[in-house]
């Protein structure tokens, strides 16, 4: 049950029944004590409506419940996704319905705390944002704890670590909510060490959290990619094509994986895998020579040669630079064209994958995931992140996603399934 603050509505109901005072006092204006009475009356109804609001009595009314944290602030950093509004909302009406938190948006990630941009959130802020793409508070891949150079001198300029901590100490907040990825999980367990109590949220279509099992943004991007490739089999069977479709993931190839599985992709190249050019080769003359005249290449966007896996770090990122243009699906389609001589195409899904409204299941979890984190701000257990583990809603020390991806195990049960369908996994 969703209760409104009452502090509005009873100073609302008082404040504004001034023609009833006046009525009132009218009816006893022959008298005067029993008119200061009557105010005195009024007064303390007044007084009694106000304090109704006040924390204590709401919890001594039962209206609200006792929690650790007063005020919390909450942003949402990193690459946005679907889900990122139903988990705003998740954590901000249980917070509020419940324990009558205090609760402070933050604008554009960890951007706004270094420059201060922030506000108090009200219960309206929240209506109608469940099945909303994007992110109401604003989004940014502002990295704090890289230094930053002030232009044209190589000194290092604003100390955004100092900032935030002198933010989240004038904003008065005993908690900072991060919703987002590895590098926001990441910034949030460094600033408790900095002394700040943080709560993280797991997003991301990428689905690459280490500590939890599923991140939301992830199914909705992958009905968004699924739907992509689904539509690519009609124009690649008309034109008798090979069409690549490039999908993000960033350096993990868990969208791609199950898109590919999912949209029947003939050849899934992961980051996980090394492709050979060679099989896939094989693999794509094999299907013509049992009479399919057409192929769909999955791309996830981290996916890298046998070569290119053998390279140092240096020289892999300088082949990289010179091959993957304008990006990793063209340079496939350009290496399958070499190899087979086939007519082959190249698309790149892109940012389609992130926008949009969430799935019914990424806006459970979001919601799951962010009244869950509600309960830990109630408790005072900070330092946290909540995930998803099998089918329950859990919490990892934050430790435990910082500085790490979760990548695809090699053993993963969905490979195999994908080879046992026949698809070339690019090996
Ligand atoms: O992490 C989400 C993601 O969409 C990745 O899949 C992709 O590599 C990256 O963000 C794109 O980042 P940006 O929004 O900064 O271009």
């Given amino acids: 049950m969703f209760f409104e603050k009452p502090k509005k509505v009873s100073i609302t109901l008082f404040a504004q029944n001034e023609s009833i005072k006046k009525g009132v006092n009218h009816l006893f204006a022959q008298d005067e004590s029993v008119k200061k009475g009557v105010n005195h009356l009024f007064g303390r109804l007044v007084w009694h409506g106000y304090s109704a609001i006040n924390y204590r009595w709401g919890v001594y009314m039962g209206i609200y419940r006792s929690s650790v944290t007063k005020t919390f602030g909450i942003l949402t950093a990193g690459g946005d996704c679907p889900g990122l509004n139903a988990a705003i909302r998740g954590v901000c009406r249980a917070a509020i319905s419940r324990y009558n938190m205090k609760v402070i948006g ?48 190589g000194e290092i300029g604003q100390d955004k670590v100092e900032a935030i901590k002198e ?62 490739i689904d539509r690519l089999h009609s124009t690649a069977q008309s034109h008798n094509r090979v069409i690549v479709i490039e999908l993000m993931g960033h350096k993990a190839g868990w969208l791609g994986l199950y898109a590919g599985v999912a949209g029947g992709g003939d050849v899934i190249l992961l980051p996980e895998i090394p492709y050979s050019i060679k099989s896939i080769g094989r693999h794509l003359e094999d299907r013509t020579a049992k009479g399919k005249s057409f192929s769909i290449v999955v791309v996830a966007e981290g996916a890298m040669s046998v070569e290119e896996d053998k390279m140092d770090k240096k020289d892999r990122k300088k082949y990289r630079l010179e091959t993957v243009n304008p990006s990793i699906a063209y340079r496939v389609a350009r290496e399958i064209e070499a190899e087979t001589g086939m007519e082959t195409r190249a698309t790149v899904l892109g940012y389609v994958q992130r926008g949009g409204i969430p799935s019914a299941t990424d806006r459970l979890l979001a919601t799951s995931l962010g009244t869950a984190a509600a309960e830990l701000l109630a408790r005072g257990e900070y330092g946290r992140m909540v995930a998803l583990s099998g089918n329950d809603i859990t919490s990892v020390d934050l430790s435990v996603p910082a500085d790490k991806v979760k990548t695809v195990p090699r053993d993963h049960y969905m490979i195999d399934t994908a080879l046992s369908v026949g698809t070339c996994m690019g090996e």
């Fill in 106 to 153: 933050i604008a554009n990630g960890f951007r706004g705390l270094v420059d201060g941009e922030a506000w108090e959130l009200n219960p309206a802020d929240f209506s109608g944002i469940l099945t909303r793409g994007g992110t109401i508070l604003g989004a940014s891949r502002e990295k704090p704890f890289r230094p930053e150079l002030t232009l044209g001198t």
């Fill in 167 to 228: 933010n989240y100490r004038k904003l008065g907040l005993d908690c900072l909510v991060v919703i987002g990825g590895n590098g926001t999980n990441t910034t949030g367990y460094r600033l408790t060490w900095e002394g700040l109590n943080v709560l993280g949220l797991p997003k991301t279509i990428d689905n690459d959290i280490m500590g939890t099992d599923r991140s939301f943004g992830f199914n909705s991007a992958l009905a968004i990619a699924t739907e992509a």
